[in-house]
């Protein structure tokens, strides 16, 4: 998949934030694609790694999530199977991070009144920086989208990447994993799995699943150079 993780935020704030100012939404969510693209290309995904908690096996050796605690004092989350979300709240709570974990099939999502938004993912971002083609407003725009609350706590690095540094006390993880239920193949691309990820305060009810026709929207799957 081309370009970086900033560059691919970017393109996600661009269309979220273009799509709530005509909605009057709420503030946007992390969101990003994750493309699979077999023959020769990469494949992007989410594979199961050694790991701390391991609760649910579905083979001889391979974990239905991971989680693994890094160095940095980050916990990596890694999903093989799309399945037990309870758990893998369970097994957050005991690394220290309150979590409210929702898989849905792509196409849907929660509807964003089931939390209210932290007030450090609002940014000040104009509609002519969105459209602007400057290198250095572009810059701008990412930096801020970088700075943001939710994007510093969760990443998508290793799969999902949470930095219980940036969390304050009382703040929740929401994450929401989509998963394609037909794989994605070189004669028909489309993304493989989608996840946002966002703090919030709370309270959290439950979720009012609404559609996301944007998911299907795989823009440029040409892989990297050097794949």
Excluded at 38 to 51: E, F, N, S, Y
Excluded at 52 to 76: H, K, W
Excluded at 163 to 189: A, C, F, H, S, W
Excluded at 201 to 222: K, Y
Aim: proline residues 11%; glycine residues 8%.
């Amino acid at each position: 998949m081309n370009g970086t993780f900033e560059d691919r935020l970017l393109d996600e704030l661009k269309a979220e934030i273009s799509a709530r100012a005509a909605q009057g939404r709420a503030p946007t969510r992390l969101r990003l694609n994750r493309r699979r693209i077999v023959g020769g290309a990469a494949v992007v995904g989410l594979a199961a790694a050694a790991a701390i908690a391991v609760p649910l096996v579905f083979g001889p050796q391979t974990p239905a999530y991971a989680l693994t605690e890094n160095p940095d004092g980050s916990i990596n989350l890694r999903i093989n199977e799309f399945r037990d979300p309870d758990q893998v709240e369970e097994d957050m709570a005991h690394l220290g991070v309150p979590a409210d974990i929702i898989y849905l099939p792509l196409g849907k999502r929660c509807g964003d009144a089931r939390a209210p938004f932290v007030p450090g993912d609002r940014t000040t971002t104009t509609p002519e920086e969105l459209k602007s083609k400057d290198p250095a407003v572009q810059a701008r725009v990412r930096e801020r989208a970088m700075n943001t609350a939710s994007a510093k706590a969760i990443r998508p690095k290793n799969g999902i990447t949470i930095y219980p540094r940036y969390i304050k006390p009382g703040q929740i993880v929401l994450i929401e994993v989509m998963e394609n239920p037909v794989e994605p193949t070189v004669e028909r691309p489309g993304v493989a799995w989608q996840f946002s990820g966002r703090l919030t305060d709370g309270p959290v009810a439950p979720c009012q699943v609404v559609d996301d026709p944007s998911a299907f929207d795989i823009g440029d799957a040409t892989p990297p150079p050097g794949s």
